[in-house]
């Protein structure tokens, strides 16, 4: 299916994981796909040459989400380069796990930065630029309301406090004719959370169908939501998690 012919996506994230296959779909399904990635330069390069070499459009940006002028500079580049941008997948994140009275100040802004502020940014940043039919899409998580485990606060607030996030501005941009939904993956096979990790078996034996998720898997619901097929879902929670919050 081509269902994004035409459309431009900025996917935050790309290089790696879940943001790379979300990179991957859009561009499968037509939509010519600028990635960040922080540190992970040859991971982002071999994603952008695949999509190229499937004839896609595809840019890679070396940017820390954690610097508010880094974000502003990679969406002007995006719209500068490909006419503008229809598409804004907030996917970039951290997981840091550990008793919050062993964290210092550091550890808790980088955390806020990356996993929230660079959201609001991007979304700032892009918002100017959509037209009817635009769509921001959040990467949240199966623990952002519901946390089975110790040390996990922090990260359940960063995320949580996305869901806040994505119902306002779905508010603030439906008389543009622009969706903003959130997309909570549950335990997703990537270099975060390996299906082979140590934490994997007691992950698995929460998901009521068994097994990890594919970052596939949680690509395939961002293209539905980015298409028009999700064209009146708007402010709305997709758990993508196998059933682990039943
Ligand atoms: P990965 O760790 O596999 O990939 C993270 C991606 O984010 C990489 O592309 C990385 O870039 C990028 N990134 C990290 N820090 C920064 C930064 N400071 N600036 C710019 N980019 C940055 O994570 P996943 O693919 O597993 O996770 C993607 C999203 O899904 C996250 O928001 C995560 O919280 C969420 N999620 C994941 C779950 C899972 O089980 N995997 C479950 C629930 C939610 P680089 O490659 O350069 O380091």
Redesign the pocket.
Same mark, same amino acid.
């Given at each position: 299916m081509r269902r994004l012919e035409g459309k431009r996506a900025l996917v935050?994230?790309?290089?790696?994981?879940?943001?790379?296959a979300i990179a991957r779909r859009l561009a499968a399904e037509g939509a010519d796909v600028a990635i960040?990635?922080?540190?992970?330069?040859d991971?982002?390069n071999k994603v952008i040459e695949e999509i190229r070499s499937t004839g896609g459009r595809a840019l890679a940006f070396a940017?820390?989400?954690?610097d508010d002028q880094a974000i502003d500079r990679v969406v002007s580049s995006v719209v500068n380069e490909f006419g503008g941008v229809d598409i804004l997948v907030n996917?970039? &994140?951290?997981?840091e796990v550990g008793a919050l009275e062993k964290t210092n100040v550091e550890d808790i802004e980088r955390n806020l930065n990356?996993?929230v502020r660079?959201v609001v940014l991007a979304s700032r940043a892009v918002i100017p630029h959509l037209r009817s039919g635009g769509r921001i899409i959040n990467?949240?998580?199966?623990?952002a309301t519901r946390v089975p485990a110790p040390g996990i606060a922090l990260?359940a607030l960063t995320?949580s406090a996305l869901i806040g996030f994505t119902k306002g501005l779905a508010r603030d941009l439906g008389n543009n004719g622009t969706t903003v939904n959130i997309v909570?993956?549950?335990?997703?096979?990537?270099?975060?959370?390996p299906a082979a990790g140590d934490s994997a078996e007691g992950q698995r034996q929460r998901i009521a169908l068994g097994h990890? &998720?594919s970052?596939e898997d949680?690509a395939a619901s961002v293209a539905f939501l980015a298409s028009e097929d999700g064209r009146h879902i708007t402010g709305a929670e997709l758990a993508v998690d196998g059933g682990i919050n039943i």
């Open positions: 935050t994230g790309g290089s790696r994981g879940i943001g790379a960040t990635y922080h540190r992970a330069a991971a982002a940017s820390d989400n954690a996917n970039a &994140g951290i997981f990356i996993n660079a990467i949240g998580s199966c623990l990260y995320k909570h993956p549950g335990p997703t096979d990537t270099d975060m959370n990890f &998720g970052p949680i």
